[in-house]
């Protein structure tokens, strides 16, 4: 039995275009294409579309993931590690949502609450690993130094800097702007100034992120939903993607 690209997009919460990308690049070929070239996928494709996804809500890029597949032989084994990856993350989110509902009431009963009550399960440090392993302890150290060094005012004002460039992101991509237009490139130069502003950022020593940096991270918008969420979700993600690296081969 197999089921239409539709369909399956439906079933996965990603996006018809998402899935003819990944059949472009490699990482997940349709079983088999019917009238008009409908492309069909049977259950061992459904299979290694479960494991692309959960690979990607680890952070892994696309190139990443597609080595990973290839590798790995004993597909029972890796899906159990995953599992064990998801049941951490299921323990993180309670801890944050306890977290929040504790707040919630002691708000409503006008109580005080220990700080570490408020931000059990909030810890930035949880990146440091993932961060470390994509540019390096540097990065890491420096980045955590600027930003526990902006203090509470200078992290809130960052913040949103950081929502507002994601409103526009999203206005831009829902009005089918074009990533090549001067609109969203100029868009894409206030992100790269954005990001060029990070200490630890490849390239900030001269404000301005790296070329491979630029393109990386965009890559990582679409392929991890952490990322993708900032921007409305995969679709709109990929127009960012677009976007950033028309600008970062044109201009880095």
Known sequence: ????????????????????????????????????????????????????LLLRDLGLPLTDIGRVLDE???????????LDQLHAEQ???????????????????????????????FDHTQYEEEVTERWGADAYAKSDA???????????????????LGIAWVDAARRGVDPTSD???????????WLGGIPGTPGSEQGRPTREYVVGLAEMYVADPRFAKNYGGTEDATFVRDALVAYAEREL
């Open 1 to 52: 039995m197999t089921r239409s690209i539709q369909d399956v997009a439906r079933l996965a919460g990603v996006s018809s275009r998402t899935l003819r990308h990944y059949d472009q690049i490699g990482l997940l070929p349709p079983s088999g294409t019917g009238a008009g070239g409908l492309r069909h996928y049977d259950a061992a494709a459904v299979r290694r579309l479960q494991r692309i």
């Open 72 to 82: 790995q032989e004993d597909e029972a084994g890796a899906l159990r590690r995953h």
């Open 91 to 121: 323990d993180r989110l309670a801890r944050q949502v306890a977290s929040v509902e504790r707040t919630v009431t002691a708000i409503e009963r006008g109580e005080e609450l220990m700080a570490e009550d408020m931000l059990d399960g």
């Open 146 to 164: 600027w930003w526990r060094g902006l203090g509470p005012e200078g992290q809130r004002r960052w913040k949103a800097r950081a929502e507002k």
């Open 183 to 193: 609109e969203a490139q100029a868009l894409a130069a206030r992100h790269a100034d």
